[in-house]
């Protein structure tokens, strides 16, 4: 089951953070850009245009929680591999980390290019759709579907057409819910037995209380709940899908956040991260 950094846990990744390697690194996630889009150096705020004014030498990040373990809350913190891999690409790339706004994942987007958050780190799908709206940074993850059901009850499907006549549900919002209505296109789901939720927390409750059958949802975090609820993966559909963080497009503190995960990539914390909250 996934865990939570302790606090020490996390000031040494702070640590390693301020003095990790310098070295620019090719591969991994890419360059993404040259780190010099902010003026004279990282997170001064004292240069001119965008990420270089008074102020923009703090970056606010936004998510969604209840997606355990990329985002969710455990005795009152807001924790998860999004939440610490978030905090530190924003402190490598010379930024601080401001107060994390914890909203509907709906609201993310709208929340970005209105200005009120400055990035999303929320296991966010990067598609050619939501590319017109924000930049993301190099993928970060990459990640399938699958189809969680009930342990506690009869329904075991193998594949879509399982899925027939049955309830499915999914996040609104979500690649969970583009797979659930792409069934419902296909014929396989009745769109009247479609169910969408503001998260998954509670489309997993619901699909315990027996109120729907199936829900649609990324594998690593089907995965989480299975090892914490009556709940199993039936099958998987491949999506093949890469998550990005996303910034504002004409903000050009993204090219600092790309060299910075590349950094996190070379130096090994990546693998920490991956083996604290998946393994």
Known sequence: MARKFSMDRRAYL?????????????GCLGNGGNGNGNGNGNGNGNGDGNGNGDGNDVIVPGTASGFPPFEYTQDGELVGFDVDLAEEAITRAGYEAGDWVDIEFDSLIPSLTGGDIDLVAAAMTITDERAEQIAFSNPYYEANQSVLVS????????????LEGRVVG?????????????????GIVDGDDYRQYDNYTLAVEDLENGNVDAIIIDVPVANNFADSRSVEVAFVIETGEEYGLGMRQDDDRIGDINDALAEIREDGTYEDLVAEYFE
């Open 170 to 186: 999914a996040q609104s919002g979500t690649t969970g819910a583009s797979e659930a209505e792409r069934l419902i296109e296909e």
């Open 14 to 26: 702070k640590t390693v953070g301020a003095a990790g390697t310098t070295a620019a690194v090719a």
């Open 151 to 162: 342990s506690d009850r009869d329904f075991a499907p193998e594949g879509e057409s399982d």
